[in-house]
């Protein structure tokens, strides 16, 4: 019976961590896609205007770890407003997302 307690118990905190989790298409699109675009593209007003690289299809971001693209993205003076508000786990969900629209075409 003390188990069962136990178990309901923690139930609710690791039910908590698993929706806290990043959602890196989520964080992108509310920060990055006005630049760099919904579909990674770099096709906005925005991202003309500055001259932004687009991430789709992009071949050396493809192959980058996650840690590394998450470090791009760290060291893109560009960056500095957006990073003020994430998280270093809301920039690692990022990282792989951006991955991911790197390897699309």
Same mark, same amino acid.
């Given at each position: 019976?003390?188990? +069962?307690?136990?178990?309901?118990?923690?139930?609710?905190?690791?039910?908590?961590? =698993?929706?806290?989790?990043?959602?890196?298409? !989520?964080?992108? %699109?509310?920060?990055?896609?006005?630049?760099?675009?919904?579909?990674?593209?770099?096709?906005?007003?925005?991202? &003309?205007?500055?001259?932004?690289?687009?991430?789709?299809?992009?071949? &050396?971001?493809?192959g980058?770890?996650?840690?590394?693209?998450? +470090? !791009? =993205?760290?060291?893109?003076?560009?960056?500095a /407003?957006?990073? %003020?508000?994430?998280?270093?786990?809301?920039?690692?969900?990022?990282?792989?997302?951006?991955?991911?629209?790197? /390897?699309?075409?």
């Amino acid at each position: 019976m003390r188990y +069962a307690i136990f178990v309901m118990a923690a139930l609710p905190l690791s039910v908590a961590s =698993i929706s806290l989790a990043a959602d890196g298409a !989520a964080i992108f %699109k509310q920060n990055c896609a006005s630049c760099h675009g919904a579909t990674g593209h770099a096709d906005t007003p925005a991202g &003309k205007s500055l001259k932004v690289p687009a991430l789709a299809g992009d071949a &050396k971001v493809a192959g980058m770890s996650d840690a590394d693209v998450a +470090a !791009a =993205i760290k060291g893109n003076a560009k960056h500095a /407003a957006v990073l %003020k508000k994430l998280k270093d786990d809301d920039i690692a969900a990022v990282a792989a997302y951006v991955k991911g629209l790197a /390897a699309a075409k």
